[in-house]
């Protein structure tokens, strides 16, 4: 090996040392693929336009720790690394933002409709879910009941639930750009105006960004299962995330889940179960509760049946 190859892979080695050591002690491994410092910078321009969105970058796009570089490439990569740093550092999230495409339509809802319907939302600010609905100051004589979505998909089900329910409001969360906009364009194809949108990580706005016992109801239909148990850190229903659900809603309020994958209705059952000086299990400690009519099926849950999936209902009362 001549002096210059040697002194490249020095400088490479110092650069990934200090990234990995500035990175902390990440809360947990390294993911197990290996990524190439071109992924880095073509993550790092994709994740700019999430950043602006307030979402996290892709956990998965995974680490630098242990990057099989070649010199000249990771010193490339130089500015890529600091942001895949930050990455390292961020908390587990129960999504992967795999954007695809807006449709045509998607991208006008976005640039038409979101003044409308979207509610822009930051981590550290907290919403009056309330005075999104009045379009002035909450009239708190007459606050109206309010459901909050988490994990939407493509907002079929929630304008249809929407829809039927005109007395309600519904606040919709999701992080999927296409599923977002595809709602939006629901919304004004059937004139709904009890329906806000926001795209944000519903873990985040649980635990900080809404006030104590704002809500009636919150549900979270088919989550992602995760179902490989070292990914199981990845599911949405987790003892934290059951707390923070308990502290938005009102005494009496309901919060209703639903999966098509056995083992993560076992999961949620037990999770919630557990959790019975906040809830109350409304079909009897260790029991699921049968289909409710006014729920609609969901794309994920026409996806689980053509699959012969069975499907899991869990309704708990707010105590
Ligand atoms: C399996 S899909 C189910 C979608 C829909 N509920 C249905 O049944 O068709 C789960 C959805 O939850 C969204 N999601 C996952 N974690 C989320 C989070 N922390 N905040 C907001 N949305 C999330 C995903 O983007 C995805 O669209």
Redesign the pocket.
């Known amino acids: 090996m001549d002096k210059t190859n040697r002194n490249a892979i020095q400088s490479t080695t110092k650069v990934l040392k200090l990234s990995n050591r500035d990175a902390g002690n990440a809360a947990e491994p390294a993911p197990d693929s290996t990524v190439k410092p071109t992924d880095l910078a073509a993550g790092s321009a994709r994740d700019t336009a999430k950043t602006a969105a307030g979402l996290g970058a892709d956990r998965d796009a995974g680490p630098v720790a242990g990057a099989s570089a070649s010199p000249g490439a990771a010193i490339a990569a130089g500015p890529a690394i600091a942001e895949a740093r930050e990455r390292i550092a961020r908390p587990i999230?129960?999504?992967v933002l795999r954007e695809g495409r807006l449709t045509a339509g998607q991208e006008r809802a976005f640039r038409e409709l979101w003044t409308r319907f979207g509610v822009n939302w930051q981590p550290g600010e907290t919403l009056d879910p309330q005075a999104l609905f009045s379009g002035g100051p909450p009239d708190l004589s007459q606050p109206r009941p309010i459901t909050l979505?988490?994990?939407?998909?493509?907002g079929e089900?929630l304008a249809t639930m929407a829809a039927a329910a005109p007395e309600r409001d519904f606040i919709g969360?999701?992080?999927?750009r296409p599923?977002v906009g595809h709602l939006l364009l629901l919304l004004e194809q059937q004139g709904l105006t009890n329906v806000r949108v926001l795209r944000?990580?519903?873990?985040a706005l649980l635990e900080t960004g809404l006030p104590a016992a704002s809500l009636d109801r919150v549900q979270l239909?088919?989550?992602?299962p995760w179902p490989k148990k070292r990914h199981h850190k990845r599911r949405?229903v987790q003892p934290s995330v059951v707390a923070a659900v308990a502290q938005v809603l009102q005494t009496g309020g309901i919060f209703h889940l639903a999966t098509d994958w056995t083992p993560y209705a076992d999961w949620m059952l037990t999770m919630l179960d557990n959790a019975n000086a906040l809830f109350e299990n409304c079909a009897g400690p260790g029991q699921f509760s049968p289909r409710p009519a006014q729920r609609p099926l969901?794309?994920?849950?026409r996806r689980g049946q053509r699959l012969g999936h069975q499907v899991h209902d869990l309704i708990y009362r707010r105590r």
């Not at 944000?200 to 873990?203: F, H, N």
């Open positions: 999230r129960s999504f979505e988490i994990g939407f998909g493509n089900s969360l999701e992080v999927h599923g944000a990580d519903a873990t239909f088919f989550p992602d949405i969901t794309k994920f849950e």
